[in-house]
C-alpha cells in the first residue's frame, strides 16, 4: 500500500465525526475517541466510526453487531438502540432519534439499519447535507458504493461547497471509481475551499504524491477522463 493510501483512510473518520457533530441540536451518540488502526490491506474507501471494527478485508458488507469491548466510561451503543427505538415506536418522524439511532447502528457496523434510519430522517428533512453524508458513508460500508456517490452528488446539487461531501467524494473517486483524475480535482476544489480545515496539509501532500505516482505510471486506478 502506498503511503498517501494509509493516510487518507485516517482522514475520512474525522468527516464522519464532523458529520454527525455538527448536528448540533440532536443528542448523538459520543465519540469513543479511540486512535484509528492502519492496515496494510486496501481500504474500502474511507476510514470507519468511532469505536469501529476492520471491514472485512474482502470488501464483503455485514450487518452483525460487533462484540468489541468499549473503552471505560463509554456509553454502550446499543443503549442507544434501545432508547431511540421506543422513542420512534411513539413518533416515527422524531428526527432526533432517527439521526441518533443511524449514528448509534453505525457504531456497531450495523450498516442496513443505519441507511433506514438516515433514510427516514431525510423523509423529514431532505436538506440535511450532513445526514445525507452519513446515508452516503453507510451505503458505502453496506456495500454500496454507487449509492454513496448518488447521494452526495445530490448534496452538490444543494451546495456546491458542501465541505463533507467534497471531501468524501473525493475517496469515491479514488477507491470506488479507480479515477484519480477526478479524485484530484475534487481534493483541490476542498482544499481551495477550505485551507485551513484540520486535514488539509494531509489532503495536500497526499494529492501531490498520487500526481507524483501518476507521472511515474505507480498510481492507483486509471487517470480519470
Known amino acids: 500500500m502506498s503511503r498517501y493510501q494509509g493516510i487518507v483512510v485516517l482522514v475520512v473518520s ?7 457533530q455538527k448536528e448540533a441540536s440532536i443528542n448523538l451518540p459520543e465519540p469513543v475517541g ?9 481500504p474500502t474507501g474511507a476510514s470507519l466510526p468511532p469505536n469501529h471494527p476492520p471491514i472485512n478485508p474482502s470488501g464483503a458488507s455485514t450487518d452483525v453487531a460487533t462484540d468489541r469491548p468499549l473503552p471505560a466510561g463509554t456509553r454502550n451503543p446499543m443503549e442507544d438502540v434501545i432508547a431511540f427505538k421506543a422513542r420512534l415506536d411513539k413518533n416515527p418522524k422524531d428526527i432526533e432519534a432517527l ?12 450498516f442496513e439499519p443505519a441507511q433506514e434510519m438516515y433514510v427516514r430522517a431525510l423523509a423529514v428533512n431532505p436538506k440535511d447535507l450532513n445526514v445525507r453524508t452519513n446515508l452516503a458513508i453507510a451505503y458505502k460500508y453496506g456495500g454500496k458504493p454507487d449509492q ?15 465541505d463533507s461531501t467534497l471531501y468524501n467524494l473525493g475517496f469515491l473517486y479514488l477507491y470506488d471509481k479507480q479515477d484519480q483524475k477526478n479524485a484530484i480535482a475534487t481534493w483541490k476544489k476542498w482544499l481551495a475551499l477550505y485551507p485551513n480545515a484540520p ?27
Open 14 to 20: 474525522a468527516a464522519f465525526a464532523v458529520a454527525c
Open 34 to 42: 479511540e486512535a484509528p488502526t492502519r492496515t496494510d490491506a486496501q
Open 99 to 110: 439521526v441518533s439511532l443511524g449514528n448509534a447502528n453505525m457504531m456497531i457496523s450495523r
Open 148 to 162: 454513496a456517490f448518488a447521494e452526495l452528488r445530490k448534496n452538490l446539487e444543494i451546495d456546491p461547497t458542501s
Open 199 to 225: 486535514a488539509a496539509a494531509d489532503v495536500s501532500n497526499q494529492v501531490a504524491q498520487i500526481e507524483a505516482e501518476m507521472r511515474q505510471g505507480t498510481g492507483t486506478g486509471r487517470a480519470g477522463s
